[in-house]
């Protein structure tokens, strides 16, 4: 670095002036593009996130972009491509792997544009500003609890899995595992990865149901695999028979509630922290910092059941 640039840098540090990717950038007003990409909208969970950030985003003065990697990383990346090329100020990213999506994460940094991350992690620090994220452990936790108060200590069970690519699937299901195990005669008798889909729960429920068809419960790890489970068990005539907790907090699992063919379901405040994300992009933005002490932030999940669904009172948002 030459000395003029290095004088130049100290300036700016003196005035307080943010410093991007080892270039000054000084403060400035609201505005631009705000890249926000999600997993896959065809999820209401995903839809949330981008519709939330999106909104805030219009909100503070900056045009927004949603679009979705669908969980494939080579999509992710020329996403991020597109992003740097249409000049975003920021990108607001779900990534589409733990692992697989460090590279994307590093391709828009060389491009001095920040990144902030919800709902899922990556496996590498101090490269986003931020990851905002589900409290999934406490989560699972929750909602383990509540699924052995609503099955009973006692019998044969199932566990649907979500995609493996995602920490967050292992996170729940260790969370589940730390809960049920305590009770010995709870016996998890299968399980099969659904990747978060409603399709694949109901047919991984199926395989599941004629391996196993003494089971008296199914825990998921989220809502859309275990409304297809409850399609699968509803099928053969054993919903009555054999309950079914979810994970996510969304509208339609909400509604299962009250129809009484869904336990429970643990409410992960993605309204919450989709919003915040963009209001730390919009501080880093205008000041060099993010205002909050740590990358990783962790968001307390909720338990919805029939007594407290009047309080659902729009999408992922439980009114307190």
Avoid at 90 to 107: E, R, W, Y
Wanted: aromatic share 4%.
């Amino acid at each position: 670095m030459s000395k003029i640039r290095t004088l130049l840098m100290m300036s700016a540090v003196s005035l307080g002036l943010p410093v991007l990717g080892g270039a000054m950038a000084p403060a400035r007003a609201a505005g631009g593009l705000m890249a926000i990409i999600v997993n896959d909208p065809s999820n209401p969970y995903w839809l949330t996130e981008g519709q939330v950030a999106a909104a805030e985003a219009k909100k503070l003065g900056y045009t927004a972009n949603v679009s979705a990697s669908k969980g494939d990383t080579n999509t992710e990346s020329n996403l991020i491509d597109t992003a740097i090329t249409n000049h975003a100020v920021t990108i607001i990213l779900d990534p589409a792997n733990a692992s697989g999506s460090v590279g994307a994460v590093k391709k828009a940094i060389a491009a001095n544009i920040p990144v902030f991350l919800v709902n899922a992690e990556i496996n590498q620090e101090g490269l986003a500003k931020a990851q905002l994220v589900s409290n999934n452990a406490q989560g699972a936790a929750l909602g383990a609890q509540r699924w052995v108060k609503d099955v009973g200590q006692k019998g044969n069970y199932v566990e649907l899995l979500g995609s493996p690519s995602d920490n967050n699937a292992a996170t729940r299901s260790n969370g589940y595992e730390t809960v049920l195990s305590q009770y010995s005669g709870l016996i998890r008798a299968g399980s099969q990865v659904a990747n978060w889909d409603r399709t694949q729960g109901h047919d991984k429920m199926q395989n599941l149901l004629q391996a196993h068809p003494d089971i008296i419960g199914v825990i998921s790890g989220n809502d859309e695999m275990a409304l297809g489970a409850i399609a699968a068990l509803k099928e053969a005539g054993k919903l009555s028979s054999i309950k079914v907790g979810g994970f996510d907090g969304s509208p339609d699992a909400v509604a299962a509630i009250k129809a009484g063919e869904l336990q429970y379901t643990v409410l992960q405040p993605v309204a919450i922290f989709s919003a915040k994300a963009v209001d730390e992009a919009n501080e880093f933005l205008k000041t060099g910092k993010t205002g909050v002490p740590h990358e990783k932030q962790l968001f307390n999940c909720v338990l919805i059941t029939k007594a407290n669904t009047s309080r659902y009172v729009s999408a992922f948002t439980l009114r307190r």
